[in-house]
């Protein structure tokens, strides 16, 4: 069964500062996805960025971006210029390209330090 | 815009009383699904359905059943509740198996 681990419960990032977020994931499947979703504090989930595992390049969004390692099986989310509306708890998530379900990590909260 | 609407941010019910939460989506999804969140555990999948009438079990379906009348709307069931059902629901919806879920706002069920 796959897996997905956030190793990080909580971390502090002094605003402007760069932060990267930590995501393994256990799979036996070479066609798949991987998703940063955002949950801020009003508790709307929102997708912050995906990866096709086919793709060797990484993906970027604005000042997200992640680094994707397929053969360690690892896919982190860097922040830079991180701002206050960036607090938020981020949940790093699988799906198997064959599938509808998603599988979550257990989230890490982010907090900025005005 | 996307928009996934849930009935209602927080409710408190009864231990035994029966629970409706409504999930609504004016996308023309084809998949919706039910999640509970909890601290330290993250979301974990109740049910899904892929088209109207269907359901899927997710991997904590005990205690829970769903209804899906119509595309647009996904209902869970709580047949009568307990304090261990006290917990934040989060409902989603996707167009198809290769985009990605849209939620919405949550419900946060507390049972006494």
């Known amino acids: 069964a796959q897996t997905v681990t956030q190793s990080q419960p909580e971390m502090s990032v002094q605003e402007a500062e760069t932060v990267t977020l930590s995501c393994t994931y256990d799979?036996?499947?070479?066609?798949?996805?991987l998703f940063w979703y955002k949950q801020p504090p009003s508790r709307q989930m929102i997708l912050v960025i995906r990866?096709?595992?086919?793709?060797?390049q990484n993906a970027t969004e604005n000042r997200f971006s992640v680094n994707f390692q397929k053969a360690a099986k690892s896919f982190s989310l860097k922040i830079s210029d991180s701002q206050l509306g960036d607090a938020a708890m981020y949940f790093c998530?699988?799906?198997?390209?064959?599938?509808?379900?998603?599988?979550f990590g257990k989230g890490t909260r982010l907090h900025i330090l005005p | 815009d996307v928009k996934v609407t849930q009935s209602s941010r927080y409710l408190v019910k009864r231990t035994g009383e029966k629970v409706f939460l409504e999930c609504v989506q004016d996308?023309?999804?084809?998949?919706m699904f039910w999640y509970r969140q909890d601290p330290g555990l993250g979301l974990r999948l109740i049910y899904f359905?892929?088209?109207?009438?269907?359901?899927e079990k997710g991997d904590i379906p005990e205690g829970y059943s769903v209804s899906r009348e119509k595309k647009e709307r996904f209902s869970l069931i709580l047949e009568s509740a307990s304090t261990n059902q006290t917990s934040m629901y989060l409902c989603?919806?996707?167009?198809?198996?290769?985009?990605?879920?849209?939620f919405g706002p949550g419900t946060r069920l507390t049972v006494t």
């Open positions: 998530a699988y799906r198997s390209a064959g599938d509808d379900k998603i599988i």
């Open positions: 799979t036996s499947e070479s066609d798949y996805y």
């Open positions: 990866q096709e595992a086919y793709k060797q």
């Open positions: 996308m023309d999804h084809e998949n």
């Open positions: 359905s892929y088209d109207v009438k269907m359901k």
């Open positions: 989603a919806s996707q167009l198809g198996h290769r985009d990605e879920q849209y």
